[in-house]
C-alpha cells in the first residue's frame, strides 16, 4: 500500500500524484483479490508487482525518457499479450513443462529481490559505489526500529500467532511513535481528492509503442522483457504459495490452473 506508490511517484519526479497511486493500489488489489476467489476458489491474495514498478520507474520513464502515462500503457499491452497466452493454453502449457526444481528457485529469486527492497528501505544495507553494497548506519534510530519491528515479527510468526505479521506491523509502528521516530498520524482517516480519481484511465497505449510518426522499439523491448518478468514472477509465486497451502496436485500442479492465470492476467491489465 506505501512501498508501491513511494516507488510509482519518486517524490513526484514521475508525475504520478502519490494519493492517487495508494488508491489504485489498493482498488487493484481488493477487486483482483475478489475476482481471484469468485472465479478460481482459491485462496490467492493478488496486489501489484514489486518488481515491475521499479523497472516502469528507473527504466522506462527515466531510462527511456516517456511519460508515465506511456509506461502504464506497456504495462497494459503487456498484460493483454499475457491474457491471450492463457486464453490460447500456452501459458498452462509452457508452465506445465519447467522442471518443479526450477519453479521453486523463481520464487525463491523473487523473495530475495523483495526482502533486498525491504533491507534498502530500513537501512539494513546502503548503496556504495565500488562494491555496490554496504552495510547500514545501525546507529540511526529508524534502522534500529526496523530491526526490532523484524526481531517481534519473526517471534510471533515463530510462535504460530494467527496475524503475526500484522501484528508486527503494527506493534512496530506503536513503538515508533511512542519513541517519536516516526510522526504521530495528524489524522487516521482521508478522502480522496477529485484530483486523485482524475488521474485514473490515462494509460497512453497508442503512445507507448508509436511516437514521432515512427514505431519505439525501445517501448517493443520493455514489452517484451516486463512480459518474461510477469510470465515467470507468477510461475514462482502460484507454485511457492501454493505448496505452502497444500494446493498442489502429485505433478505439482494446480488443478484449476488456467483460471488462476487468467485472472492474474487480468490483473496485470487493472
Known amino acids: 500500500i506505501f512501498v508501491n506508490p513511494a516507488i510509482l511517484s519518486a517524490g513526484g519526479a514521475t508525475g504520478i500524484p502519490f494519493e492517487a497511486a495508494v488508491i489504485a493500489t489498493c482498488i487493484g488489489a481488493g477487486l483482483m483479490s475478489m475476482l481471484m476467489g469468485l472465479i478460481t476458489n482459491t485462496p490467492f491474495a493478488l496486489a501489484s508487482g514489486m518488481g515491475i514498478n521499479a523497472v516502469v520507474v528507473f527504466t522506462i520513464v527515466f531510462g527511456l525518457g516517456l511519460s508515465w502515462q506511456q509506461a502504464m500503457g506497456i504495462i497494459v499491452i503487456e498484460g493483454i499479450i499475457v491474457t491471450i497466452f492463457v486464453l490460447t493454453g500456452l501459458r498452462s502449457m509452457i508452465m506445465r513443462a519447467i522442471p518443479m526444481s526450477l519453479k521453486y528457485a523463481i520464487g525463491v529469486g523473487i523473495g530475495l529481490f ?3 527492497i525491504g533491507a534498502q528501505q530500513a537501512g539494513f ?10 552495510l547500514g548506519d545501525f546507529t540511526a534510530h529508524y534502522t534500529q526500529l526496523a530491526a526490532f519491528g523484524l526481531i517481534l515479527t519473526a517471534i510471533l510468526v515463530a510462535f504460530r500467532i494467527r496475524g503475526g505479521i500484522l501484528l508486527g506491523i503494527i506493534g512496530t509502528a506503536i513503538a515508533g511513535m511512542a519513541l517519536r521516530v516516526t510522526p504521530i498520524p495528524a489524522k487516521f482517516i482521508s478522502i480522496p481528492t ?6 485514473f484511465f490515462q494509460a497512453d497505449i497508442v503512445g507507448a509503442v508509436w511516437s514521432k510518426g515512427m514505431i519505439n522499439i ?4 520493455m514489452i517484451f522483457a516486463l512480459f518474461m518478468t510477469d ?3 507468477t510461475m514462482g509465486t502460484v507454485i511457492g504459495v501454493g505448496g ?6 502429485k505433478k505439482g500442479s494446480l488443478p484449476n490452473l488456467r483460471r488462476i492465470l487468467l485472472v492474474d492476467s487480468l490483473a496485470a491489465v487493472a
Do not use: Q
Open 114 to 116: 523483495i526482502a533486498f
Open 125 to 134: 544495507v546502503d548503496i556504495d559505489p565500488v562494491t555496490a553494497v554496504k
Open 194 to 199: 477529485k484530483e486523485s480519481f482524475s488521474t
Open 218 to 221: 525501445a517501448a517493443l523491448i
Open 231 to 233: 510470465f515467470f514472477d
Open 244 to 249: 505452502e497451502a497444500g494446493l498442489l496436485d
